[in-house]
């Protein structure tokens, strides 16, 4: 994987060289109506993000907003996570889209709202028509029980990987793990396939950096757990450790003030910290690699299912194909830097396609099993 | 009993009247208070559905020990710390000649319009690693300071925005306690610091105590502080619980069950410590001598500098820092947001008033066992958390009452329960300020005895009512815990706003409503503040 994304990313820097050159100003007055402030129907402008890194992307294939049913009527949804803000600005965009279109929303962590969706569907007190989730566990939980009535055939057949495509829920915007690393200190062929040897490699004496505190490292540590079990994932940890990571409170600051600054070499993160990075400084001295089939390669998925007891199921499920559309999956893409989810449109910059990802085989639902982890990051003694 | 004496001598002024108001009244006031007591008696069942013996394996299995000790531990830490930094600050502005006491009595008391979660999550940004200010240490050379997470910030936020309970109560007891006593013990050759040992301390204790309960109570329902601090304690870990996939059934319960004990023990040692005696509200006309500080009114200014400059310096400013470089992004604020907020405390507030009434004005006029115990009764929500009281109401909607669940009615109905202590204390304080005669009077020129309340304790009670409404208003608009459990779908207030936008760590977003609920605290402060000097 590292091997594909070195010269991809030499690629996206000089696209992005180019780019400076023309202003930093977004592409809303060239591809679309860039209503902000004004009245009118978002176009593809309004979706796609602005900076260098998202430039010179070529319009969005798939199916456009404008090729889909209008939405009409109102649509509660449960936004589990939200990124920031990111997903109830999407929403909005759509709501802006249709005039006879109404969503109210409410945002809670994933696994607690997907906890509050079964109590609810159990005692016949459903108040949402659709779930939302940062991570497929929380989807695949909710589906488990019952809770969820099944999707068209219409929206599942627009997910490309079957992966992430079920007859319940569906996958909406992708996310891996990834191992950033500063090019100043190590090679391509430096940073390993395996997530081992990150810990074992003497090369990385002194020279990992990491964010223990953080959920998105204790959902990968969980994802070990389940992989190798108690004791496997004890023995990573305490190998990691012998290699003396620099610890820091996020995984943005890893790679932000570590990585980026060379404070450290590498380490493991979310895909999309060095990819927020790239988009605000195209020229850091950063890339990154992938490691195979293990849990420092998982890929986990936000996605959306239709929940059983909505008061407009058609609605919800006309909305999720919405998600899927050109338009958004464009927005998820350059905004998010998510793995899109359909044929024709691409991740941003230097990524690959999620299809090019070798992720471990595990289920995502185990991962919201995060108290043991927690449990073990104690008696290991990181933390406290 | 002060309290109980005033109560005799209402109720002798009564006597020999009809006894059906008082009959109807009583009916009210029962009612009212089995109706706030309707969460704590779902709960009560709830616990006892799953049986003694899942729940003492539970206990065992989950390691809710460590969270019962952290409690205690921060229990016992934030009390402490109040009556440190509280008593000596009552001291300093009531009895020494320290400079600019009037202007430092309002500083010390004004933390206390700082809702404790602002106050964490500013502590965080600022001292978090990585925050504003360890940034700014690591300039000049300071790389390491402890961190703020767990146990000591958890405890050091609680103290600086809880002590000026211990300060207000410890206030109002020195104030109160007649300074000729001081004079005496002085005249019998006590020293200063002797006759301030026998005589000020005993007077002063119960006052102290009265502040420490409430710290303590606050430190164990507070949610927001341990949450945005990582700690683990009992509030934390019965939200956190409905958050992970797969708990095991009934720990929720199980933690909100000894939650509640350690409340009681809280409460009952608080009693013991008191004694009952509400000696520190009864009044002397004279002010001891003013004790000279000297040289030691430096470190003296430094003490409550240093306090100020934590409490409300590190907060307020924070809170600029973020309101002037958030940018344009601070008017993205959607104004619903605050409407909701407005309606719900203004329902909550009215229909505190209203329910208080039967309640204050019964227990006022009524010495029975029966009246104390619904006044009691309707104290439940002042110890019971607000995290337990949602979790108690989603329960009770989602088996008995399907078409409250998550609705506004339901989410009132909380504030409600939690807040009408408030209420039915402005009132029944009030309403034994009315002179007895004053009722006789009108008694004896023919009024009924409702005829007498109306035309006559009503007009007086008023404005304890209208600062017991006003409270519930305010209290309301800044309430986390129940507020995020059970609003409605799309129903957003500033607090519920202000917790999902610290989530995403978008803390300028935060900026204005934060700010909005500094500005409502520090409005019910000035009628706490007004009301003390009514009473008195």
New interface residues.
Partial sequence: MSERSGPSRRRFLAAAGAATTTGLAGCSGILGTGSESGGGTPGIGDFRGSGAIVEDRPAPGGTSIEDLPDLEGEL?I?LGG????RYTTLIDLLDRYYDGFEV??????S??L???IV??Y????T??DLFWSVDA??LA?VSDKGATVGLSSDATSMVADDRFATDQWVGVAGRSRAVPYNTNQFDASDIPTSIDALATRDRFQGSLGWAP?YGAFHGFVTAMRQLRGEDGTREWLNAMLDQNPAR??SEY?TVK?GITNGEVGAGPTNHYYPMLVFAQRPDVPLDLAFTENDAGALVNTAGASVLDGASDPELADLFVRHLLSAEAQEFLATRGFAFPMIDGVEPVGPLPTIEELSPPDLDL?SL????PTIELLKDVGIL? | MAASERLARLRSAVVGGDDEPGLSLAVLAGAVAAFVSLPLVALLVRASNYGFGHLAGLLSETGSLDVLLNSLSLVVLVTLGCVLVGVPLAVLTVQTDLPGRRVWTVVAALPLVVPSYIGAFTFVSAF???GDLADALAVVGIERIPTIY?LQGTALVLVLFTYPYVFLTTRAALLSFDGTLVEAARTLNHSRWAAFKRVTVPQILPGVAAGGLLAALYALSDFGTPSIM?YEVFTQQIYVA??????PEGYPALLSMQLLVVVTVVLALESRIGAGDTSYVSRGSRQPGRIELGVWKWPALAFCGGVAVLSLGVPLGVLAWWFQRAGSAVFEFDPTVAWNSLKVSVAAAGAATVLALPVAGYAARSSSRFSEVTDRLTYVGYAVPGVVIALAL?YL???FA?SL??TVPLLVFAYVVRFLPQAVGSVRSSVLQVDPKLTEAARTLGRSSTGAFREVTLPLIAPGVAAGAALVFLTTMKELPAT?ML?????ETLVSYIW??R????YG?AAVPALVLVGVSALSMVVILAQERYNG
Wanted: net charge negative.
């Fill in positions: 509660a449960y939200g990124e920031g803000g109210s929303q409410q945002t809670q962590p696994s607690q997907a906890n509050i109590d609810e159990d005692s016949g007190t108040q949402a566990g929380s939980y505190t820091y409170d600051a003030q639902q919201s099993d995060v108290q406290s | 978090g690693p990585r767990g990582r409905q958050r992970s996939l797969g708990v989603l909607s989602t088996e399907q669940y998550k995020l609003s409605p779908l799309g129903f999902l936008v989530g995403a760590g978008s977003a």
